[in-house]
């Protein structure tokens, strides 16, 4: 069976670093961008399965990414799952809106718990 593909957008490198090592020990091939304007790029090379998204990021914001993501009809199918530090309802409830399928809080979730729900997402079949 083929590796589940990640693409980790995330600033923090530190955070994007831990997050890349845990889902490569548990089996999936990851990659890592650090802004979003890369992330669209990174979505249409590297395929992903699923995409963890920050939404404080350099030159484009997550929650721009997010609606470009879901604006394009091939990629709209890709399930995201926001990790921020926006911890407000308004920013949980847009983002939902728009088609994340989840969103974490980074200070409220240990990475296990980010890391455990994304492998259930992505064993999903779409």
Not at 44 to 62: H, M, N
Request: with cysteine.
């Amino acid at each position: 069976m083929a590796k589940s593909k990640i693409l980790i957008v995330e600033d923090e490198k530190v955070l994007s670093s831990a997050l890349s090592i845990k889902f490569e020990n548990e089996g999936f091939d990851v990659k890592v961008v650090e802004s979003g304007d890369l992330a669209m790029s990174a979505v249409q090379t590297f395929k992903p399965g699923i995409i963890l998204l920050d939404l404080l990021l350099p030159k484009k914001t997550g929650k721009e990414v997010l609606k470009e993501l879901k604006a394009d009809p091939e990629l709209k199918p890709i399930p995201v799952v926001i990790l921020s530090n926006l911890d407000s309802d308004d920013d949980i409830k847009v983002c939902l809106a728009l088609g994340a399928v989840d969103y974490f809080v980074k200070a409220s979730h240990p990475i296990k718990e980010i890391i455990e729900k994304v492998k259930n997402i992505a064993s999903q079949p779409r």
